[in-house]
């Protein structure tokens, strides 16, 4: 039997290792060395989870749909593409890596897609709901410092949270614009206050291929009741966090794991008497919370939604 001549020098396929290689190879002059050696690892570690994987063919497809449908349901509304990233920990992961708690900085948390710019501001111990829909009333107060321990005077403490049954203002026709959000500037002690209604916990958007997945993996799509917050004064790294209510249960399955023990905030109930401010009587609750800045430069994330 005749032997098919093979070109013995160049650099062709001869394994699933050799591809491998051949693609790094094929990647080697990018001219920005941070692409080259992100893109370099990028391929080893895909390459080796196939090569763990082993997927079938039509295995591979079905991934490749889902990607492709990550894309079709991100919209100016709906990002499903950061959806699959808090999901599957990597968001959580990547701010962890980014925000090192050294020197008792508070650690960050997601920013999320529910972030709007111009919300309203306030005077401290200003109430962030505009509506009189029913909930208990929440007084938050707190110091903003360095690690250093000086008060911050005038730093900003900006704040949205979803209402007492889980939705932000914008998801919600019933809700005046930007309830439940506002800025609020710390006095010359660096403290800050304000009145606030106790959130409730609330799924993330279930209706693209993020829900589907949940599904399969027998997940709820709840994240626990929290209040976010972007802390800034200039001269200081900006913070962009969220502090969680101590509702034990709910803050161990955050379907995006956002919840760093150190953002557990005590909401205590009070059943008699009044208000520390505004003269409100009981119920409500208090949270007292300090937050920590390290220096560096400030910076505002943008708005991921109008
Ligand atoms: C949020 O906290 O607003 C959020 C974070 C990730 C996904 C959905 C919502
Ligand atoms: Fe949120």
Redesign the pocket.
């Known amino acids: 039997m005749e032997t098919q001549q093979k070109p013995p020098h160049l650099r062709l396929i001869e394994d699933e290792h050799s591809v491998t290689r051949i693609v790094q190879a094929a990647m080697a002059q990018t001219a920005s060395p941070r692409l080259r050696s992100v893109m370099g690892l990028l391929v080893q570690h895909l390459h080796d989870f196939l090569r763990e994987v082993r997927p079938t063919d039509e295995e591979f497809e079905l991934a490749l749909e889902f990607i492709a449908a990550l894309g079709h349901a991100t919209h100016a509304t709906n990002n499903e593409v ?2 699959a990233a ?2 599957l920990g990597l ?1 959580t992961l990547v701010t962890v890596m980014n925000n090192s708690t050294q020197d008792g900085r508070t650690p960050g ?7 709007r710019a111009n919300a309203p501001r306030y005077a401290c111990g200003d109430c962030v709901v505009q509506d009189d829909a029913p909930g208990l009333p929440l007084f938050v107060r707190g110091t903003v410092r360095a690690t250093d321990g000086t008060p911050l005077s005038g730093a900003l403490v900006e704040i ?1 949270q ?1 209402s007492p049954v889980g939705l ?1 203002d914008n998801q919600d026709p019933r809700q005046p614009d930007r309830n439940l959000r506002g800025c609020f500037h710390t006095d010359e002690q660096g403290a800050y206050h304000f009145r606030t209604v106790r959130p409730a916990g ?1 799924p ?2 279930t209706n693209g291929p993020i829900g589907t997945l949940l599904d399969a993996q027998q997940r709820h799509p709840y ?1 626990p009741a ?1 209040i ?1 917050f972007i802390v800034a004064a200039p001269g200081y790294r900006t913070l962009v966090t ?1 502090v969680f209510v101590d509702e034990p249960q709910a803050l161990e399955s955050d ?2 794991f ?1 919840v760093h023990r150190q953002l557990v905030g005590h909401l205590e109930r009070i059943d008699h008497g009044h208000s520390p401010w505004g003269n409100v009587p009981a119920p409500f609750y208090t949270l007292d919370f300090d937050f920590t800045l390290e220096p560096g430069e400030q910076s505002f994330p943008k708005p991921p939604i109008d």
Do not use: C, E, I, K
């Open positions: 950061v959806l808090d999901v968001s948390a997601l920013l999320g897609p529910f972030y949205w979803a932000y609330y993330v958007p994240r929290h976010h969220q379907v995006t956002g």
